[in-house]
Structure formats: structure tokens, C-alpha cells
């Protein structure tokens, strides 16, 4: 049956369900798969939509408080956590809006690490905070951390983000190597006039820095159609130049998920592309969504979601685990973004990227 457009408040009531559920049945252990066989192991749980930056391609006029708007708590999450991965999920992402803004945030972290099941928790942020939270986090059991940095120019970061941080925030990244994580990505948008001419630079950064850079082309979104036509770049045109100057594309898992990656051997460190506007991108999605209030998200770009509160006041993991089986089933095969279809997602701070 298919459960993707209306909430759980709404659907019809059914005789053999319970609160309006057909259970699978979990005994034996499955990961979450959907009708075109792709398996879902990794969960992005968005735990605020609130953000302190202005990025000009995701809240150019900075965050908006709406309605409705309460994140999910921490026993939400508990319920989160645990009936993901009963349903096969080992990676969870923090995200947001900005997720060090949650005061919370090392006992989220706690929360996800001590989940059993769950091999690994990361965060994406934009490194605000991050020089006084950096021991913290990593001391709560952080395996991975993903920082947003458009830009290598200082002057050119504050244009993007508004804050003249980028010092800051490279700072930040020293000290988590000094304590030896290098488990360290960062992700820029990229950018027409704003970041390509800066593709040498980053090059070189990764000649020493043992991470992976990851670009990201700019999606569009509800909210920011005209920035998206002006500076759209296919990483295509990344992909030929790293090519012609002799990195390599990397063998990755049918399980890995839709990043491309490159290696050079005079570089410690990777280049990944992210190209959602690429050929069969969605052919490898192995991701879901939650966002901050509690709704379940099948697609980045999909036109509907599913509140999943109703499930988690009752802090029932398994009968939470059922419901993710059924629900995936209704993920459809592809976003529609090439058709300028950006479902709910005005834009990527509403659901964390
Ligand atoms: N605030 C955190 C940050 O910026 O890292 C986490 C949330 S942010 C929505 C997650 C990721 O989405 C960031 O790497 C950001 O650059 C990226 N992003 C936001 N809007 C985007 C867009 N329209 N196109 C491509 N990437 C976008
Ligand atoms: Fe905030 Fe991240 Fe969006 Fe920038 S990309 S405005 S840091 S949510």
C-alpha cells in the first residue's frame, strides 16, 4: 500500500493493523530496501532547522522562524535511533538547519552511538562553533565530520556564508587532527562565480591535508531558482580537469552511495563529486531523511512526507521499525529535479542536506 501522501493521522483505519499500521513482521532482521532494490543503511537526522549562517544558495536572507516548528526531543530521537537501525540502519548523520546550535548535541551524539546497531555517527556542520565543541563531540563517540567551506578566500566565504569564520574553522579542523581524527570531509557548493575559479586552490589544499573535499553542484531548491540559474555548474566540468591532470576515479560499493571519488598520487587527500543532475545519481541512493519535526522524508526532493510523532510518542522501536518497512516501499525511483520539480524542499536548511 502505498503511504506516502498523507500523514499517519490520516490514513483509513484498518481491522488487522494496529493504530492504523500493517506490520511487517521484523523477527528476522531485514534492511530497509524499496521497490527498485536499493538498500537503505544510513539515515540523515536533521535535529533543528535552525541556522545562524546565510548561505546564499540555501537562506540568503537568513534563518525564518514558522509555525509548528518543535524538534524533536531527546526520547524522539531514542525512538529514532533505535528503530532505524532494527530496520538496518549502521550510519546516522547529525545535520540541520546548524546542529551545534542544539545545546544538546553531545548527548544527541551519545544517544545514536549507544544505539546498538548503529556503527557510526556523524555530523555535517558549518564549523561555527566548532574550535570550543570540537573535544566534546569527539569525546561523545563522533566518528565522522563533514564541515561546509565554499571557499579557501576569506572575503569570499563571508560573501557566501555572511560570517568571516574560514580562520576559525581551520582551526578547528587542526585541532581534531592534533587529537588524530582525520575522519574529516569538507563539502563545498559549487558555484559559478563565486567558487570555480578556485578548484587550483583546493587541489593544493588536499595535496597535504589528508581529508576528503567533496563538490557539491547547487541544487536547486524552492526557494532559490534564479541563484541556481546563474550558478549552476555541472561537476562534469570538475570530473575533466581532474582527469586531465591525473587523478583517478576510485572503485567504490554498490552500497556507498552517490558521491564519485578521485585519488592523485601526490595528493594525501580525496576529491569527491556530488552531481545530482548526473545520470542514474539516484540508481545508488542508499539514504532517508528525518527532519527536525519528525517527518520522515523518502527524497530530498519529494513532494510529500510522513509524520512520524504520532509512532514516537509511544516510544515503540519495533512497531516504529514495522512502519519504516512499509513506508519505504512507496520511495519512488528518481527526484524530478531535471524537470525543475523541487517537491517540499524550499530549501536544503528545512531538511539537512
Ligand atoms: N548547516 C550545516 C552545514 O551547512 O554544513 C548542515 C546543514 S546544510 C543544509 C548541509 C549541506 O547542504 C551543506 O554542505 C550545504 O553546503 C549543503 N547545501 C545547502 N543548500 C544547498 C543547495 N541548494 N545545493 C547544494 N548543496 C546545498
Ligand atoms: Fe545554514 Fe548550512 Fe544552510 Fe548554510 S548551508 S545556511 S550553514 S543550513
Not at 490514513?11 to 513482521?25: A, M, Y
Not at 538496518?88 to 548527548?107: A, M, N, Q, V
Not at 589544499?205 to 555541472?234: C, K, W, Y
Request: aromatic content about 8%; charged content about 25%; hydrophobic content about 35%.
Amino acid at each position: 500500500m502505498l503511504i506516502e501522501s498523507y500523514t499517519l493521522e490520516d490514513r483509513p483505519e484498518q481491522s488487522d493493523s494496529h493504530n492504523g499500521l500493517e506490520l511487517f513482521d521484523t523477527t528476522e532482521s531485514t534492511t530497509l530496501t524499496d521497490s527498485y532494490k536499493r538498500r537503505f543503511t544510513y539515515l540523515r537526522l536533521s535535529i533543528t532547522d535552525v541556522c545562524n549562517f546565510r548561505c546564499n544558495y540555501c537562506l540568503p536572507d537568513g534563518y525564518c522562524h514558522e509555525g509548528d516548528k518543535a524538534h524533536l526531543s531527546l526520547d524522539e530521537i531514542r525512538t529514532v535511533a533505535a528503530a532505524f537501525a532494527k530496520a538496518g540502519t549502521r550510519k546516522i548523520r547529525i545535520t540541520g538547519g546548524e546542529p551545534t546550535l542544539r545545546k544538546d548535541l553531545p548527548e544527541i551524539i551519545r544517544i545514536c552511538k549507544q544505539t546498538p546497531g548503529i556503527e557510526k555517527v556523524a555530523l555535517t556542520t558549518n564549523g561555527y562553533k566548532l574550535t570550543k565543541q570540537i573535544d566534546e563531540l569527539l569525546d561523545c563517540g563522533l566518528d565522522a565530520l563533514n564541515i561546509s567551506m565554499d571557499s579557501l578566500r576569506p572575503e569570499t566565504f563571508q560573501l557566501i556564508t555572511g560570517h568571516d569564520k574560514l580562520d576559525e574553522i581551520k582551526q578547528a579542523m587542526a585541532m581534531a587532527f592534533e587529537r588524530g581524527f582525520t575522519n574529516i570531509k569538507i563539502n563545498a557548493v559549487l558555484m559559478k562565480e563565486y567558487n570555480l575559479g578556485e578548484l587550483q586552490a583546493f587541489l593544493d589544499f588536499v595535496r597535504d591535508t589528508p581529508i576528503s573535499l567533496r563538490f557539491i553542484e547547487v541544487m536547486q531548491t524552492g526557494d532559490n531558482q534564479q541563484f541556481f540559474n546563474a550558478q549552476h555548474v555541472s561537476g562534469e566540468v570538475i570530473q575533466e580537469q581532474l582527469i586531465a591532470q591525473g587523478w583517478q576515479p576510485v572503485m567504490r560499493d554498490a552500497d556507498a552511495g552517490p558521491a564519485k571519488e578521485f585519488t592523485h598520487p601526490d595528493h594525501q587527500g580525496r576529491i569527491g563529486l556530488i552531481m545530482p543532475y548526473s545520470k542514474n545519481f539516484c540508481a545508488s541512493c542508499n539514504r532517508l531523511r528525518v527532519a527536525s519535526n519528525g517527518k520522515l522524508h523518502l527524497c530530498l526532493f519529494g513532494d510529500s512526507n510522513i509524520d512520524l510523532r504520532p509512532l514516537l510518542g509511544q516510544r515503540d522501536s519495533d512497531q516504529l521499525a514495522a512502519y519504516l518497512h512499509q513506508a519505504v516501499a512507496g520511495k519512488k525511483e528518481s527526484h524530478l529535479l531535471h524537470d525543475q520539480e523541487t517537491g517540499l524542499t524550499r530549501n536544503l536548511a528545512m531538511l539537512g542536506g
